[in-house]
C-alpha cells in the first residue's frame, strides 16, 4: 500500500458526514470518471497490451461502483447533479508531463496516488458510519481502492524500471501531501 505523506484531516470526515447527500453525488461522479479513466488509457494506449485487460476490468469495476452508488442515491430520493470540477483532480493533473512515455508514467503514478488517497478517505467514512449496508458497502469500497492503487504500479513495470516509478511515486507523493491542506474541506471526495 502507499503510504501518503500527509493524512486527511478528521474534519473531513465531518464536512462530508454533514452533508452526506452531497458527498454521495459527487462520489458516483468520481465512480464514472473512474471507469472513464480507465478507458483513456485502452484507447491512447492501445500498443501497450500489458494495459488493456487490467484497465478494461478496472474500468469495468468502476462502473460498477458508480451503478451501487447511483442505486444509493435514488433509494434517498436524490438526483445526479451536472459534474463540478474537482480541485484536488484538476491540481494534480497538472503535474502530469509531456511526452508520451513521461505522461504513461505519471498518469499510472497519479492513478494509484489518487486510488489511496480515496483508499483513505473511504475507510474514514466506513469508520464513521453506524454498523449496516453502508458501512459494508464503504468497507469494500476501502479494499477495491487499496487494490487499485497497486493495480496502477503494477501495471507501471512493464515499461518502467522500479528505480523510475519510485522517483516519480515519491515526487509525486510530496506535491500530492502539500496540495491536500491547502483544499478547502467540502463535502465531497476530494
Not at 436524490?78 to 470540477?85: G, I, R, V
Not at 458501512?135 to 497497486?150: I, M, P, Q
Request: hydrophobic letters at 45%; glycine letters at 6%; aromatic letters at 8%.
Amino acid at each position: 500500500m502507499i503510504s501518503l505523506n500527509v493524512a486527511t484531516s478528521p474534519a473531513w470526515t465531518q464536512a462530508a458526514l454533514d452533508n452526506f447527500d452531497r458527498f454521495l453525488v459527487d462520489h458516483a461522479a468520481c465512480e464514472r470518471k473512474a471507469s472513464a479513466t480507465g478507458m483513456s488509457f485502452v484507447v491512447r494506449y492501445p500498443d501497450r497490451a500489458a494495459l488493456l485487460e487490467p484497465m478494461v476490468a478496472f474500468a469495468r469495476e468502476e462502473l460498477e461502483h458508480y451503478h451501487q452508488v447511483l442505486k444509493i442515491i435514488q433509494a434517498r430520493g436524490l438526483a445526479l447533479t451536472p459534474d463540478e470540477k474537482d480541485p484536488y483532480v484538476d491540481r494534480l493533473q497538472r503535474w502530469v508531463r509531456d511526452g508520451r512515455d513521461q505522461r504513461l508514467l505519471d498518469r499510472l503514478v497519479l492513478g494509484a496516488v489518487v486510488e489511496a488517497r480515496g483508499c483513505e478517505r473511504f475507510g474514514m467514512i466506513r469508520d464513521a458510519l453506524p454498523e449496516g449496508d453502508l458501512k459494508n458497502f464503504y468497507a469494500e469500497l476501502t479494499r477495491c481502492e487499496a487494490r487499485h492503487a497497486g493495480l496502477f504500479l503494477r501495471l507501471a513495470r512493464p515499461y518502467f524500471s522500479e528505480e523510475q516509478i519510485d522517483a516519480r511515486l515519491q515526487s509525486l507523493l510530496t506535491l500530492e501531501g502539500a496540495l491536500v491542506p491547502s483544499l478547502e474541506l467540502r463535502g465531497t471526495l476530494h
